[in-house]
């Protein structure tokens, strides 16, 4: 069964400076980079990496950025799902100061489009489980794709995103009745639920889609809501170069393993690992190589968990 990822790839500009600039202060960078990247093209790159089959949802432009998003795209053989052909591509300007922390400007342009039709060539009783973000939902199509997803009734994982306040709660609401499993952050969660703690902001979320919550909390692992059962699941320490695609990486790793039938809490832990090793990294498409370091990292810990038991 294949994973659709519905969402953006976008031309990550990565800026490494000291310190964010406060207003009118001038500051040296000492580093800057290209790269892929967009909230779904960071979960796609994961789900491909743990050999899962996966549908890459996202339309591309035409224009300077999508020149060079489409060039980076030909080198890893993956192919856009559709061409629109009045609108370039956007770019994500990434600053990431030297404790690894980031923050985005970002402009959204044919990426963040979406059309039924583009996906009437997928036969969707081929599809396991179907990734979107909030970023998605807030745009100007949110509306369609909302629609889109309640038609073809399939699992969702929804990655909230930062921008809460910009997603309309008519859809959200919508989406608590597809009873997605929603992943999102500690302040993400606090602030959707309006709850002073997590465990609180787990219960209410889960009474309103009735379907695991996760909780990513940064190098103390995650929190995850069930029916039956909730839990922290402890997380790797790192040592931490760039937290850009750290949440992404989260989500892609707990969609491969959930179509690839691990269970839930087995597949948090392998999350939290995946997740350790982007951080550690900079920018966040996870080599072939750090792939497998973490996957060495998995055995290790197992090896060492058997051994206690």
Request: hydrophobic share 40%; proline share 2%.
């Amino acid at each position: 069964m294949k994973i659709l990822v519905i969402g953006s790839c976008v031309l990550d500009m990565v800026v490494n400076v000291d310190h964010l600039p406060d207003k009118t202060e001038d500051v040296n960078c000492d580093d800057v980079s290209l790269s892929l990247g967009g909230m779904a093209y960071n979960v796609y790159n994961i789900v491909s990496l743990f050999g899962c089959e996966a549908i890459f949802g996202c339309p591309i432009g035409k224009g300077t950025f999508a020149n060079i998003v489409k060039n980076m795209l030909d080198e890893r053989n993956i192919k856009p799902i559709y061409q629109i052909n009045d609108m370039d591509n956007g770019v994500c300007m990434c600053f990431v100061d030297n404790d690894g922390e980031r923050c985005f400007i970002s402009r959204h342009q044919a990426e963040y489009l979406f059309d039924e039709k583009w996906f009437s060539d997928i036969d969707m009783n081929d599809v396991d489980i179907v990734y979107v973000s909030g970023l998605e939902v807030e745009d100007k199509n949110g509306e369609q794709l909302v629609s889109f997803l309640e038609k073809i009734n399939k699992p969702v994982l929804f990655a909230i995103g930062p921008r809460l306040k910009h997603i309309p709660k008519s859809l959200i609401d919508r989406m608590y009745k597809l009873k997605c499993i929603l992943h999102l952050n500690e302040e993400e969660a606090l602030s959707l639920a309006n709850k002073a703690n997590i465990e609180d902001s787990a219960d209410e979320l889960f009474n309103r889609t009735h379907s695991p919550v996760i909780i990513t909390l940064g190098d103390k692992g995650c929190y995850v809501k069930e029916e039956n059962d909730q839990y922290y699941v402890e997380g790797i320490v790192a040592n931490v170069v760039d937290t850009i695609g750290a949440g992404d990486s989260h989500a892609g790793s707990i969609i491969a393993c959930l179509n690839q039938e691990v269970e839930l809490k087995e597949a948090a832990r392998i999350a939290n690992i995946v997740a350790s090793q982007v951080v550690q990294q900079k920018g966040a498409n996870l080599s072939i190589d750090n792939f497998k370091k973490a996957v060495k990292k998995y055995h290790e810990i197992n090896n060492i968990m058997l051994y206690q038991k």
